[in-house]
Antibody, heavy 122, light 107 residues
Framework: QLQLQESGPGLVKPSETLSLTCSVS??????????CGWVRQPPGKGLEWVGH???????YYNPSLKSRATISLDQSRTQVSLTLTSVTAADTAVYYC??????????????WGQGSLVTVTS | DIQMTQSPSSLSASLGDRVTISCRAS??????LNWYQQKPGTAPKLLIF???SLEGGVPSRFSGSGSGTDFTLTISSLQPEDFAIYFC?????????FGPGTKVDVK
């Protein structure tokens, strides 16, 4: 069974770069049936899609992030990285790595990591 | 961007109650609508995909309906483990967007 695990620094200074890694076990993102996505959730607030990456390394990002986000997939397709530049306090959130299953009807987030809290503070 | 709204934002219910949560999209999204349940300190969990298809392992008391712009999540008989926040999400187009959530708590 696929498991996703986020890792990275819990504290980032304003204007610096946030970097997170999602490690995949029990599978990989080498299939055209899935994307690997990032979703974030500020404390006490709702969910925001950050972006996702396909096995071919095509990427899709939320325009609200104004090109600050980059998602990449390693050679083995078992690690997905997220970097977010020029962070501010508004980027403080729990960041989730999640698998998006692609079907003939609809795409959906069907497997999630436990989440990684990143706080932007000086 | 497609905006998702939910109503109510919160509700109080008793065990055994039938609970209905509404989700509305700002434009037609056909059946490209998913529902998630989130409990405190945990990741969201997929309940329903394609508006009405039950994810494997999800109890049959959960059901979804709707198409176009208006959708509904129904819990037929509320159980203790159902107290949580419920989010809808559209996958019709990017940016993927979520509703603001509906919190279901104990009456």
């Amino acid at each position: 069974q696929l498991q996703l695990q986020e890792s990275g620094p819990g504290l980032v200074k304003p204007s610096e770069t946030l970097s997170l890694t999602c490690s995949v076990s029990g599978g990989s993102f080498s299939s055209s049936d899935y994307y690997c996505g990032w979703v974030r959730q500020p404390p006490g607030k709702g969910l925001e899609w950050v972006g996702h990456i396909f096995y071919s390394r095509s990427t899709y990002y939320n325009p609200s992030l104004k090109s600050r986000a980059t998602i990449s997939l390693d050679q083995s397709r078992t690690q997905v990285s997220l970097t977010l530049t020029s962070v501010t306090a508004a980027d403080t959130a729990v960041y989730y790595c999640a698998r998006i299953s692609l079907t003939e009807t609809v795409d959906y987030f069907d497997s999630w990591g436990q989440g990684s809290l990143v706080t932007v503070t000086s | 961007d497609i905006q998702m709204t939910q109503s109510p934002s919160s509700l109080s219910a008793s065990l055994g109650d039938r609970v209905t949560i509404s989700c509305r999209a700002s434009q037609s999204i056909s059946n490209y609508l998913n529902w998630y349940q989130q409990k405190p300190g945990t990741a969201p969990k997929l309940l329903i995909f394609a508006a009405s298809s039950l994810e494997g392992g999800v109890p049959s008391r959960f059901s979804g309906s709707g198409s176009g712009t208006d959708f509904t999540l129904t819990i037929s008989s509320l159980q203790p483990e159902d107290f949580a926040i419920y989010f809808c999400q559209q996958s019709y187009s990017t940016p993927l967007t979520f509703g603001p959530g509906t919190k279901v708590d104990v009456k």
